[in-house]
């Protein structure tokens, strides 16, 4: 179980993260999703999380384990993989180099100065599952850079995938999608979360996408967590539907 | 034995993990056969001088080193002559107040100082990176540079004689050769440590050890969130890095048999380096070598023609920026520059008009935008 513990973090006068007590993965495999409007504090709850910032006040807490002043690339060796809302991968490589990447170090084998990086036999075979996996064989070879943005998004998914999560945090993983390919993006990450019991945590603004798959939806408001429920709350809770809505759930 | 394989239809064949198709093996071949001949060469013409290849085939080795940096995690280093002069400076010492003889002891101790030292440089300069690495780097040059100028046991700008023993040199194979034949089995010495340190750079370029190098080099924050420790590996890269221009650098000592803190530790020999990585190509293996080699010589002869050699320098920089950003070897393979246009200029010779008139428009856009630029500057407005 994944555990905030009466998380704070400032930017100066800022108050982005307003005391957040949360748990995830109680249910193991489960898909959260985090709604709010912009301002709200979703990314910086994720960036606390993951250790991209440390907090002010407050601990993160992983099986029972305070992870709070752990380092981040320790904390991905711990099973807490993140992706990011602009898409970050590995521009030069292809497709099928930045999954080996992942996967060579998430195995452990990027000390190794003197095998041949493709020559991993155990490797190839998790990065072919990926490829298919996330439906990009055709594009295998294709260098990250021209890949078009549904792609891109699906490569920066299966990155973080490919490191064996048990948590999941995905920042806005459908960010710049067309409608069309929105669908398709999501289905991948919820197919492959559920087949691998990956707890999945996402931002989200799409409140159809949402209401669709969440198993539990946590809304977040000025740094603070409104509220906690099912997918439901988004029709019922009049004032949460107010906040999405005013600010527009467009994006 | 070689093996055979296959790469993308074109039959290629892997021994010892270097893999090569038949036209880069033949490239391979005549290279080392090259390096074999230089001393043979070199008593056919005079203006090719063994010492100055030689020279040049040990900077561009401490090139080939800091391409480890520069090419998979895109640091700049604007430091290494500090390893070459950790190298040279060893072994001086080792030579002068340990009295010690080997080439291959002398070499050792070159090794394990610029190893020492890169381990520290690079501990205090890879918090940063960009600018404030490529300053890093040139301050700690700059301070060893101080530092060997200062000392009078570093013998100050007199520099250190390398003439240990009654032999008054440093004894290869526990035997003393006459100069001459030293300069060329030195000169061997130098090819068999070129190649076995361009095969150990090739395998660690197929490593997945690259692959963590590139992750760095491309992408930064998300090689953390992999879970890639980013400041290890770039530090260790950066050790690698310092071992080459230490080899080199002990190398050169031996050579010469004297060291002055200009040419081994100054910060224009750490530019020197950075420029013959990118001269040569920083994108491939050798390039840096050969942009060794071409440096070096051009400087030279440089040096005999005008007094302003640095000018021909700075003219030589321009045009690779400009026309040759992939560097020698890189606008010299296939699919770089030169190949690609000569393959245009196979198929369809008229295409040298439309290339005059490429160039035209490109220079009077340039100059468009050039005076369209200092108008900004003079004037604060188009």
């Known amino acids: 179980m994944l555990e905030a513990r009466n998380l704070r973090k400032s930017f100066g006068e800022l108050v982005a993260t307003d005391d957040i007590t949360l748990e995830f993965g109680k249910d193991e495999g489960e898909l959260v999703f985090i709604v709010g409007p912009n301002g709200a504090g979703k990314t910086t709850f994720i960036n606390l999380l993951t250790g991209f910032l440390s907090p002010d006040e407050g601990e993160i807490v992983l099986d029972g384990e305070d992870i709070t002043g752990m380092s981040a690339d320790s904390r991905v060796d711990a099973g807490i993989a993140r992706s990011f809302q602009v898409v970050k991968v590995f521009e030069e490589m292809t497709v099928r180099e930045n999954l080996r990447t992942v996967v060579l170090t998430e195995q452990g084998k990027t000390w190794s100065l003197f095998s041949m990086a493709d020559g991993h036999e155990d490797v190839e075979t998790k990065v ?9 064989e055709d594009a295998a070879d294709t260098i990250a850079e021209e890949l078009p943005h549904g792609d891109r998004k699906l490569l920066d998914v299966a990155m973080s995938f490919g490191l064996d999560p048990e948590y999941l945090l995905l920042d806005e993983p459908t960010s710049g999608v067309s409608t069309r390919e929105k669908e398709y993006v999501i289905e991948t990450i919820v197919e492959v979360g559920r087949a691998e019991g990956v707890t999945t945590v996402t931002i989200e603004h799409d409140m159809d996408i949402v209401t669709e798959y969440a198993d539990r939806v946590v809304a977040l408001h000025q740094g603070a967590v409104h509220g906690v429920g099912p997918p439901t709350m988004l029709e019922t809770d009049d004032e949460l539907r107010r906040l999405l809505l005013g600010v527009g759930d467009d994006e | ?5 296959d790469r993308d239809g074109t039959p290629a064949y892997r021994f010892l993990g270097v893999e090569v198709t038949r ?9 080392v056969v090259v390096l074999f001949i230089v001393p043979d060469l ?4 005079d203006s090719l001088q063994l010492s100055v290849i030689h020279q040049g085939l040990l900077f561009g080795f401490a090139a080939v080193g800091l391409n480890l940096l520069l090419r998979h995690t895109k640091l700049t280093s604007f430091g290494h002559a500090a390893f070459f002069g950790t190298g040279a400076y060893a072994t001086a010492v080792l030579a002068r107040y340990a009295g010690v003889q080997s080439v291959g002891l002398l070499l050792l101790g070159a090794i394990a100082a610029a190893t020492v030292m890169a381990a520290i440089i690079g501990v205090l300069s890879l918090r940063h ?3 404030y690495f490529a300053l890093l780097t040139l ?3 700059q301070l060893l540079y101080a530092i060997a100028l200062g000392q009078s046991a570093l013998g100050g700008s007199d520099g250190l004689p390398i003439r240990p023993g009654p032999a008054n040199q440093p004894l290869l194979f526990g035997t003393a050769f006459s100069p001459d034949v030293y300069q060329v089995l030195t000169y061997y010495l130098t090819v068999v440590v070129i190649l076995i340190g361009l095969f150990v750079m090739y395998r660690i370029t197929q490593s997945p050890f ?4 590139d992750a760095i080099g491309q992408e930064r924050t998300r090689a953390r969130f992999i879970g890639l420790p980013v400041r290890r590996y770039v530090w260790v890269a950066f050790v690698i ?3 080459y221009g230490g080899v080199a650098g002990g190398l050169f000592a031996v050579v010469r048999q004297y060291i002055r803190p200009e040419e081994t530790l100054f910060f224009l020999r750490s530019g020197d380096i950075l420029f013959m990585a990118i001269l040569g190509g920083f994108r491939t293996l050798v390039g840096p070598l050969l942009g060794g080699v071409v440096l070096v010589f051009l400087q030279d002869v440089g040096q005999d023609v005008t007094q302003y050699y640095d000018f021909l320098t700075g003219v030589i920089l321009l045009i690779l920026v400009y026309g040759f950003p992939r560097g020698i070897v890189g606008s010299l393979q296939s699919g770089g520059i030169v190949n690609t246009r000569l393959g245009e200029l196979r198929r369809e010779p008229s295409v040298l008009s439309t290339w005059g008139q490429t160039a035209v428009e490109t220079t009077e856009r340039k100059l468009a935008e050039s005076m369209t630029s200092l108008r900004i500057i003079l004037f604060g407005a188009d």
């Open chain 2, 23 to 31: 036209r880069e093996a033949v490239f391979l071949l005549v290279g």
């Open chain 2, 129 to 131: 990176t960009g600018l």
């Open chain 2, 42 to 45: 070199t008593t056919v013409s």
């Open chain 2, 241 to 243: 890095s310092g071992i």
């Open chain 2, 1 to 5: 034995m070689p093996r055979r394989t």
């Open chain 2, 210 to 213: 690259r692959n963590a190098l």
């Open chain 1, 128 to 136: 072919e599952e990926l490829l298919a996996r996330f439906r990009l």
């Open chain 2, 139 to 141: 301050a700690f040059g």
